[in-house]
Structures are given as structure tokens and as C-alpha cells.
């Protein structure tokens, strides 16, 4: 029997997911000496103890309260500048890291998310995302902070915007050049943003196939005038169905020359194409780029997401942000199915990514949580 998510479990496994696989390549990237880091790769997800996330997740979880913000005043019949919502859940955020913007920033009222420890954790947050928000001007697409910022920061927040449904792809495309432009000015990080949004928002809410789904991107990062970024996932899916590249997927590491090929992971570009690769190069052999339906049952979306995380892990530079995207596009794919709770119950604020979830959901079902 296939799996065949509700919209409830795949927003859940979005946001769980990538807080695993973010936990998983941070434990990774903390490792000091290469022995440790293969003894990173060699765990298990269950066997691994204590496994805290990174800024990819605050930043994940403080934009989809953002979103919440603005979906609650809809709901109470009051229009919302939804960029200013999420404008101030980052300058919320900025203040949990121990950061100070300049006066000309506003105060933002605090949310019963900023109350969470986990959330005030400093894991090596992202220069461009604490300059940006620093400066205390509220970027826009017009007039962006960071004009030459290309890192992974403002996508490896983004899949949110991919979840809410009811919207045309116009609108996530807005709400998350929007969002990128509060902190990353440079055309390469807001295009990858919405790529990345858009790819979660065709797989939850269209129903695409990943195959199609990652066509699609290919196409949309061409028609933005990204020809790097086209060209980089269009490598990436060469690569993943290469089987000399990529003998074995599901139970081989990646070719060595991967992160020659695509980058290392810190440009959003190149975390991007790494991502798509993982998530390609590991579907099982049954199925192949029809997630979720052409995979029969848990087994084949665990043994999935086992092998994109692993491979997530193993390659390139930056793998806090690589092992997040994937784990956003598994959840995305197979729901919260596709992790077993040993797993989950092991990533740091699991309950918090729980609790946020599931405010995001009833603020889309029209629930008035406001106080």
C-alpha cells in the first residue's frame, strides 16, 4: 500500500524533516577530526542521541510563525502586510541569537514561540542573516539589504511558503522574494528561495511527482533569468540518474566529485542543486521520481529518506543546510510517514517543531488564536 499523505502530515513532516536532517549535518559539521565525522555518517538517525538543530530551523520555525501572525489577522477580518509579519518574527529571532538592531528598528511584541530555549540556542547563525536584520531597515525587493549576498540563508527558511495552500504560485513567488529581500539582496539567493518554495508548494498542494516537480524547477530558474541555477539542478538530476556517478544510491555515498560538480553547499545555488541531487540519487529502484504514490508503503519512503539524509551528510561544505532542504523535501513528499519516531524523538524541540506546525495548520483552517 502506498503512501498517500494528508496535507496535516505533510506539513508536519516539512518541518520535522528538515529539523532532522538540519540536526544531522550539524552533528556532522561539528565533528573535529575526520574520524568523528565518519562516526557522524555511520550512525543511524535512531542510534543518534541529542541531535540540536541549527539556524536553518529557528529561522524555518520563526517564518512560519510570521505566517501565522498574518494568517490569525486575516482571520479576525484584518488585512495584514504579511512581509512586515515575517520582518518582525526575524527581529524576534535576531533578539533570541543575543543581537541588537539599530534604533530605527521597531520592538516587536513577543509570540508564545519566543519562549522556547531551543530557539535562543546560538548555533553558528549566518553573518548575512544577522547584518541584514542588524541594520534595522526592513529590506525590499526594490531596495534588498545585502545586495551581494548569495548564501543559502534566506532559502534554507523558505519551504513555508511552500505549504500554504490556496494560493497561486504568483503568491508564493511574492511572499518569498519578500521575505529573502529582509536579509539577502543578491537576484541568485531570492531566485533559489522561490525555486525551493515553489518546489515544496508543487509536490504538497499541486501533487506533482518529484520528477515533475524538479522539471518544473528547472524551467521556472531558466524563465527567472537564473541560467546558473538552471543549469546547476539540471546537472544535479544528470548526476543523480548517472549510475557512474552514483553507483548504488540508496546504499553507496555520493561520487566524490559531487560538490566539484554542483558546489559546495554555501551558495544558494549550490546548496540547492546538492539537495535535488540527494533526494534524486536515493529513491529506491521502485517507483523511481514518482513520490509518493509510486513508493509502496513506509519502508520504501524510510529507506528514502534514510539514504537522502546519509547523502545529504556526505557531501559538499555545508551540510546544516543541505541535510535541512532535504529533509523539507522528504517530509514534503511522504508526510511525517517517512520518519520513524525513534528518529524524530531524538532531534532537540521536536515538540516545538510540532507545536508550530500545528499553529500553521489552524491558522489555515481559519482558527482565531489571536490575544
Not at 513577543?110 to 522556547?116: N, Q, S, T, V
Not at 525590499?140 to 534554507?156: F, L, Y
Request: hydrophobic residues 45%.
Amino acid at each position: 500500500m502506498a503512501i498517500e499523505p494528508t496535507y496535516p502530515d505533510q506539513v508536519l513532516g516539512c518541518l520535522l524533516g528538515g529539523a532532522l536532517g538540519n540536526a544531522l549535518g550539524y552533528a556532522r559539521q561539528q565533528a573535529t577530526t575526520p574520524e568523528s565525522r565518519l562516526a557522524v555518517l555511520q550512525r543511524s538517525p535512531e542510534s543518534t542521541a541529542g541531535l540540536p538543530f541549527a539556524e536553518d530551523t529557528q529561522l524555518t520555525l520563526y517564518t512560519v510563525d510570521g505566517l501565522v501572525d498574518a494568517l490569525e489577522w486575516a482571520n479576525d477580518g484584518v488585512a495584514a502586510d504579511e512581509t512586515a509579519c515575517l520582518w518582525l518574527a526575524y527581529l524576534r529571532w535576531l533578539a533570541t541569537q543575543g543581537e541588537v538592531p539599530a534604533p530605527i528598528a521597531p520592538s516587536p511584541p513577543p509570540r508564545p514561540i519566543d519562549r522556547h530555549a531551543v530557539l535562543h540556542a546560538r548555533r553558528n547563525p549566518g553573518s548575512t542573516s544577522i547584518s541584514g536584520l542588524r541594520t534595522g531597515e526592513m529590506g525590499t525587493r526594490h531596495r534588498p539589504v545585502n545586495q551581494s549576498a548569495q548564501d543559502a540563508g534566506a532559502m534554507s527558511r523558505s519551504a513555508p511558503f511552500g505549504l500554504v495552500p490556496r494560493i497561486p504560485l504568483g503568491m508564493v513567488d511574492k511572499l518569498t522574494r519578500d521575505a529573502a529581500a529582509l536579509t539577502h539582496g543578491h537576484s541568485a539567493a531570492r531566485t533559489a528561495a522561490v525555486v525551493f518554495a515553489t518546489l515544496i508548494h508543487r509536490i504538497v498542494v499541486e501533487f506533482s511527482p518529484l520528477s515533475d516537480a524538479v522539471d518544473r524547477a528547472v524551467e521556472q530558474a531558466g524563465a527567472a533569468g537564473d541560467q546558473d541555477l538552471a543549469a546547476a539542478l539540471t546537472r544535479a538530476r544528470e548526476l543523480a540518474g548517472d549510475p557512474v556517478a552514483n553507483p548504488g544510491a540508496v546504499n553507496a555515498p555520493a561520487a566524490p566529485d559531487i560538490a566539484v560538480e554542483l558546489g559546495s553547499g554555501y551558495t544558494a545555488t549550490g546548496a540547492l542543486a546538492l539537495a535535488v541531487y540527494a533526494v534524486l540519487a536515493a529513491v529506491p529502484d521502485e517507483g523511481a521520481g514518482t513520490a509518493p504514490g509510486g513508493v509502496p508503503g513506509p519502508v520504501g519512503a524510510r529507506d528514502h529518506a534514510r539514504a537522502a539524509l546519509q547523502l545529504a551528510a556526505d557531501i559538499g561544505s555545508n551540510p546544516t543546510t543541505t541535510g535541512s532542504l532535504v529533509g523539507n523535501l522528504i517530509g514534503a513528499l511522504y508526510g511525517i510517514e517517512a520518519f520513524p519516531g525513534e528518529w524524530l524523538d531524538r532531534v532537540e524541540g521536536a515538540g516545538v517543531v510540532r507545536e508550530t506546525a500545528s499553529a500553521l495548520i489552524g491558522a489555515i483552517a481559519g482558527e482565531k488564536s489571536r490575544l
